[in-house]
């Protein structure tokens, strides 16, 4: 077919009949299987329509939005799809083994605590002064003065955060190391140049 080329009705019918009782890899279907082939591409069953089959692309089982495909297995979309692969229905689930850090971390406490640190310091690295704006954008990190892992009480106390670049941040972790850092290695940090 041409792209761009308009079908009169008698040739689309002609093209349908044609695509029925066309042989396949060079085997002709019987009668009996393009009757079949048919009521399953209209959607019928066994000579009777399908009780769910409204025509068209399946809905979601949960939304009831129509799907844009037919090859969900669970008949879910994308949106939906997330509640039935999380724990140990995940592809990549390895029995629980995420470390208390990992959790913590993404707890909603932190995020605000990392919000907070941000608000503070106005968005601004303390180690080299630069921020977004006029067509630049740098990624900021919260930084823990004192020890995450040690000192636990302190983990979202805004006064124990501090505003680095991601450049300032990787590099004073580079030069002290990601463990039992202390207040004095970021007050050195800061001050060298």
């Not at 299987?33 to 068209?56: D, F, N």
């Amino acid at each position: 077919m041409i792209t761009g080329t308009k079908h009169t009705e008698k040739s689309r019918k002609k093209m349908s009949k044609s695509h029925w009782n066309k042989p396949m890899l060079g085997k002709k279907h019987s009668k009996e299987t393009i009757l079949k082939l048919k009521k399953s591409h209209l959607g019928i069953q066994s000579g009777e329509k399908h009780p769910k089959w409204k025509g068209g692309l399946p809905n979601c089982k949960d939304c009831c939005k129509e799907l844009s495909t037919y090859s969900n297995k669970l008949n879910v979309c994308k949106k939906c799809s997330g509640k039935y692969q999380t724990g140990e229905k995940n592809w990549n689930w390895n029995g629980g083994a995420s470390s208390e850090n990992e959790r913590v971390r993404k707890l909603s406490e932190m995020k605000l605590w990392k919000k907070s640190v941000f608000e503070r310091d106005d968005y601004t690295c303390q180690k080299y002064g630069t921020k977004s704006g006029n067509g630049k954008a740098v990624k900021l990190a919260a930084h823990h003065i004192k020890n995450f892992a040690q000192y636990i009480e302190l983990r979202t106390s805004i006064e124990n955060g501090i505003t680095l670049s991601e450049k300032a941040h990787k590099e004073f972790h580079r030069k002290y190391g990601i463990k039992n850092n202390t207040r004095e290695q970021l007050l050195e940090f800061l001050t060298d140049k």
